[in-house]
């Protein structure tokens, strides 16, 4: 019987194309990798969010707390059609983004987290997941709202977004849009990255994702807080 409700409560999933992973030089001379992640690393992304579910800076406790909801909820197939790309240096995670499909022609951007604050992280793996939604789903459009000003800024001022009436799904601010048009005014300047990735530098990412100790999470995003302002 639980399993006769089970398949009633799993959503469908659309067949997506995978995401190629690439490679982006950061400021610093970095090299991040950006790549698509399945359920089975949604274990140990919960493991570098738990930590900023406490910091109250930049709305850090808000996004980690619904994106901690959002990746269990994939992960138990109870969100549908949900995708999350991670950016890794050396293997270690800098930063999640995460998105779903909300019909054939529109996407929901959920949230962006990153843990490496002052190199744009966050920013590289927004336009990242904003790529996978117009060029390889072939989206025309995706919604956004911001839940911190650095995210209105970063997003709504620096892409020129539309604003929308209604709601975004996850409430909150008033919605904006990215349309086909507008993510290719942009890409030029937004969109960074290289591909294929070196081998050798994907094999790392690839190898193992690796997690700073929650000491370490605290104190990067913090000290970059305190550096930005």
Known sequence: MDMEVESY?????????????????????GKMVVRQVDRDAVPTLLRAIKPTVEIARDYYDVVGARLYAELIGWYRYRVRDEFCLVGQIDGLLVGIVNSRSYSPHTDISLHTLAIERGLRIGAHLFASKMEYSIEYLGRDEVLITAESPIGFRRWMIEYGLEKREGQHELGGATPYALTRE????????LVAGERPVPKEIMEIAEREIKIASERDIREKILGAAREIQ
């Open 182 to 189: 507008m993510y290719f005014k942009n890409k030029a300047r």
């Open 9 to 29: 409560l799993r959503p469908p999933e659309i067949e997506k194309p995978p995401y190629p992973a690439k490679v982006v030089t950061l400021a610093t001379g």
